[in-house]
């Protein structure tokens, strides 16, 4: 393989699909990044084995061919060799020269045949939507997955398509997002599927705010295509919690108040939480609230914002993460949030997308 391609060009197409690569891995392979050469296109392919992306770039091709080079020492030689263009060159005995315009390297590289292949889909079952709106979903509820590895299951967010409707679901088991679309073309088969946590960034990272994305659920994989840049994950197996099951109805006792000034108020509150006294405690009354934190050798603080609410006096605590990560990806001026009671757990709708987290004892 022998191939002249721009700086520029080959380190945006390394730096889509180094990402996933680990360098902590028992097969040498998966710590190399593929490239082949076929045409005037090069492709770039990274896996761990349960997620694959791949990517390409125009090069001129002067002999096709295939190697894998070691991701890291090859995106970082690739950093710093100046501008221009570089010509890479695979030699039978595996040796790859990279060539700048004044300066040269040589490294030791691994043939094609030990790298695994990427998966093949079914392209006639293709979904598509909108990369923004995608965007949009993934942001309002990836933030809730659960990262204990003893609830695998909530490791990922649920997707489900039905119909026109794309739904997204994640819960950690103390909170719980979902968020829910039409898409503009009526789907031609029901998906349930859980993605991991790490396909979900790996796709929120590419995803532009023009043009769709397309996607394909396999049996227990599934491909999205994100303006040529291919991401396919295993998905999760297993049963996603029943979760209609813990969304209390709408209720007419509300609590309306400013995003961004109860976002502040609870950052502020939180700078004295410990692993051991993470509880923030709210008392909500007439046209106020009171947010305040009070924990053992550490401090207390106390501040009042203003609100709408007529209901009865209350008195909860709340991990104050939770309404924060909800607070921070939110672009509402104002939020009505549901209170029912110390032991009831807040509910915050917002058209089509729900926020619930579960109250602490204070």
């Known amino acids: 393989m022998k191939i002249k391609v721009s700086k520029e060009n080959l380190l945006n197409g390394i730096i889509t699909v ?46 096709e061919g295939a190697i894998t080079i070691p991701a890291k020492r090859f995106s970082d030689i690739i950093k710093e060799l100046p501008s221009g263009d570089i010509v890479i060159h695979a030699k039978k005995n595996n040796q790859v020269d990279i060539e700048g315009t004044k300066c040269r390297f040589k490294l030791s590289g ?31 509820t990836a933030f809730a997955v659960s990262h204990e590895e ?4 909530l490791n990922g967010v649920l997707l489900e398509i039905s119909d026109n409707i794309i739904r997204i679901v994640s819960t950690d088991g103390r909170r719980l997002a979902k968020i829910e679309k039409k898409l503009d073309e009526k789907a031609d088969q029901d998906i349930k599927i859980i993605i991991p946590s790490k396909a979900i960034h790996e796709i929120s990272r590419n995803l532009k705010e023009e043009g769709n994305i397309s996607f394909i659920a396999g049996t227990n994989q599934v491909l999205f295509d994100i303006n040529g840049t291919l991401i396919a994950t295993r998905v999760i197996e297993g049963e996603f919690p029943n979760y209609n099951q813990v969304i209390p109805k709408p209720s007419d006792q509300k609590i309306r108040m400013g995003t961004q000034e109860f976002l502040s108020s609870i950052r502020r509150a939180s700078l004295l939480t410990t692993p051991d006294f993470q509880a923030v405690k709210f008392e909500v009354f ?28 209350l008195v909860v605590g709340f991990n104050p993460q939770y309404l924060i990560d909800f607070l921070k990806n939110v672009n509402e001026d104002t939020i009505n949030m549901e209170l029912l009671g110390v032991d009831r757990p807040a509910v915050i709708r917002l058209n089509d997308y729900l926020y619930l987290a579960l109250p602490m004892r204070i």
């Open 18 to 63: 180094q990402n996933i690569v680990s360098t902590k891995v028992t097969l040498p392979i998966l710590s190399n990044v593929l490239l082949e050469a076929k045409g005037n296109i090069l492709k770039l392919n990274a896996t761990d084995l349960d997620i694959g992306i791949s990517c390409e770039i125009p090069v001129e091709t002067l002999e």
């Open 110 to 140: 691994l043939p094609r045949d030990e790298f695994p292949k990427f998966p093949e889909f079914n392209k006639n079952k293709t979904i598509k939507i909108k990369q923004s709106v995608l965007k949009d979903m993934l942001r309002l």
């Open 150 to 153: 003893s609830r695998y299951v």
């Open 286 to 313: 007439g046209d106020k609230m009171i947010i305040s934190k009070t924990t053992p050798d550490v401090g207390e603080s106390r501040e009042e914002i203003p609100v709408e609410y007529k209901g009865e006096e």
